[in-house]
């Protein structure tokens, strides 16, 4: 309260200056709201960090979508596997038959030639198709790498994202405990500085509390400005607000406060 002792220089007896409690001075009533707004404007802003970092414990969209980068990726590479593997069974396959006819063509057993033509062609037609295997196999193989390459790189970004969550966790939660500790001893402040405050003047500052930003009480500024709209205060308005008298601005209805 460092306007108190000033404020008890200005006060009138007519004032009812009342006291404050823990430090037993006496203080107008402007300067017990201002001092009831300082507390409730400290506990507003603590209550919104408090909803804001409720709101970051809960959310991990960079981590659901790390999470699903791994999937992915995992999935891809596994079908390409498969893929892989059913080829070369199937490249495999079609050597085997290959190699039974050529071991049977030049084994001089068959001597028919229309059947030596018709395994001929049949070796032909084995080899063009395990040559038409090739390029699907190399295709499979490439993915393969690209896909191993995309794992690793989705598994690094995972562990990095786990490990940023897990200390930002741990310094919010931190955070929390430490604002409710103060939140609770500002609530505390207030209630024994509503007590300071006449029930006239508490109702009509809990009734300007309500309006956007919670500001009821506006602090004359050095150059005689409202400091909330800004508009010039009249000397003689400013004279009644120093003197501790509960007016409010004309053009914001804020209470003033000198
Ligand atoms: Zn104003």
């Known amino acids: 309260m460092p306007h108190a002792r000033r404020e008890l220089h200005f006060v009138p007896i007519t004032l009812?200056?009342?006291?404050?409690?823990e430090k037993g001075l006496t203080v107008t009533q402007t300067a017990a709201l201002h001092h009831l707004q300082t507390l409730d404007s400290a506990i507003d802003a603590i209550r919104a960090r408090l909803a804001e970092i409720e709101r970051l414990l809960g959310e991990d969209e960079a981590l659901r979508a790390a999470q699903e980068a791994v999937?992915?990726?995992?999935?891809?590479?596994?079908?390409?596997?498969t893929r892989q593997t059913d080829l070369e069974l199937e490249r495999g396959r079609l050597k085997e038959e290959a190699d039974a006819i050529e071991e049977r063509l030049y084994s001089g057993r068959?001597?028919?030639?229309?059947?030596l033509t018709d395994m001929q062609g049949k070796l032909a037609e084995l080899r063009r198709r395990y040559e038409q295997l090739e390029e699907p196999i190399l295709e499979a193989m490439l993915a393969i790498e690209e896909d191993t390459a995309r794992l690793n790189e989705a598994?690094?970004?995972?562990?990095?994202i786990s490990s940023q969550r897990a200390s930002m966790t741990g310094e919010l939660i931190a955070e929390q405990a430490n604002l409710q500790a103060r939140l609770e001893s500002l609530m505390a402040q207030a209630d024994e500085a509503r007590r300071a405050v006449d029930a006239a003047n508490l109702r009509?500052?809990?009734?300007?509390?309500?309006?956007?930003g919670g500001i009821a009480v506006a602090v004359i500024g050095a150059g005689g400005e409202c400091s909330i709209c800004g508009v010039q205060i009249t000397s003689s308005l400013r004279q009644q607000v120093r003197r501790g008298e509960v007016l409010t601005c004309p053009t914001c209805g804020r209470i003033l406060y000198a």
């Open 16 to 21: 009812r200056p009342v006291p404050l409690f």
């Open 71 to 81: 999937r992915a990726a995992g999935d891809s590479l596994q079908a390409w596997k």
């Open 110 to 115: 068959v001597t028919n030639p229309r059947e």
């Open 155 to 160: 598994q690094a970004a995972l562990q990095r």
């Open 204 to 212: 009509l500052y809990d009734n300007l509390r309500q309006r956007a």
